[in-house]
């Protein structure tokens, strides 16, 4: 393994150090217990609180600011933040309009941030982002790369005023009008363990992996790149049932070791499958939002767009990773 580390046990707080001097004009570190908020704090607005383990990176410390969350509280490398990291992260945001937990479905961070809503004071609410289809269920799928179009609807609403059920209600929404699904071409490597979490000849890859480095419901034969997005976009579309002229937002995400050619390559692909399905892209973001350290690879996720969430996409974001007017 090779990696710029300096101890296993300090990469964590190292990182979060370098990523909050960085952009120390947008967010603040708080140690002991750690999570991070926005540098300027957002006042008469439900707080949006998000997190889960690191590794992800953008997710979720990158979209701190304006039009997206107001605190997150990060876990070790592929490891569920703790309660009462969300409970001082809650005490330092809130402002009495309500909190609101935007949580992936798995099962720790799941029961962690539970545990934090039972034990707050305030008003809280949760919204569990399900996006994963690789299971054929969105219901019940793991929370992906789906998820900052989740957050950045929602922050948007939040900006406005809008009360804590109408936060929730657009979340779920979101969620549920929204599907991915990922491919391996190779594992990561977890820093702890010093190894790859599995193994790939070199004519196979991973299909349906999550963001955790866990294996995919399939182990398959390497094909192209337009064969391999027809499969991912097959189970997509099963799950949200588009009707013909939908306006769709596609989400192209690279898993942290795959260059941008070749994320625009599978993003050409997914140009051609949809238009030859009479779909519409009315909105495209490509590159690495939501990834799982070094694995090789990428996902495709598709939001089902009306003009609710096409207002709340379009509108001001400003925060270290994802920022338009």
């Known amino acids: 393994m090779k990696k710029f580390i300096n101890n296993v046990d300090d990469i964590l707080v190292e990182s979060l150090k370098g990523f909050a001097t960085a952009h120390k004009d947008l967010v603040s570190l708080h140690l002991e217990p750690i999570f991070l908020t926005r540098k300027v704090p957002s006042m008469n607005k439900v707080a949006l609180i998000s997190g889960g383990g690191s590794g992800h990176e953008p997710l979720h410390t990158g979209y701190l600011g304006h039009g997206m969350l107001d605190a997150v509280c990060p876990g070790h490398v592929f490891t569920s933040p703790t309660p009462d990291q ?30 934090a809503a039972e034990m707050l004071p305030y008003e809280v609410a949760t919204v569990l982002v399900t996006d994963d289809c690789a299971a054929g269920d969105v219901t019940a799928g793991r929370g992906v790369a789906g998820t900052i179009i989740v957050e950045k609807c929602v922050g948007s609403l939040a900006e406005t005023g809008a009360n804590l059920q109408a936060c929730k209600a657009l979340g779920d929404k979101v969620n549920q009008r929204t599907a991915s699904m990922g491919v391996a071409l190779s594992s990561c490597t977890v820093p702890a363990a010093g190894r790859p979490t599995f193994s790939l000849a070199d004519n196979e890859v991973e299909m349906g992996v999550g963001i955790h480095g866990e294996a995919g419901h399939s182990r398959e034969t390497l094909r192209s790149a337009n064969e391999m997005a027809a499969e991912m976009l097959e189970h ?25 050619m070749e994320l625009y390559l599978i993003y050409n692909s997914v140009t051609e499958l949809l238009a030859a399905k009479g779909l519409k892209i009315a909105r495209s973001l490509v590159g690495n939002y939501t990834t799982a350290l070094d694995m090789a690879g990428a996902s495709i996720t598709l939001c089902l767009l009306d003009d609710e969430i096409k207002q709340h996409w379009d509108s001001a974001v400003h925060t270290p990773a994802l920022r338009w007017d």
Do not use: H, Q, R, W
Request: hydrophobic fraction near 50%; charge should be negative.
């Open 86 to 115: 969300m409970l001082a992260a809650a005490d330092k945001v809130n402002t009495e309009k309500g909190i609101l937990f935007i949580v992936k479905n798995y099962a720790g961070d799941v029961m962690n941030f539970e545990m």
């Open 236 to 260: 997509i579309l099963s799950t949200l049932s588009p009707t013909a002229n939908s306006e769709i937002l596609v989400l192209v995400n690279g898993f942290g070791n795959t260059p941008l």
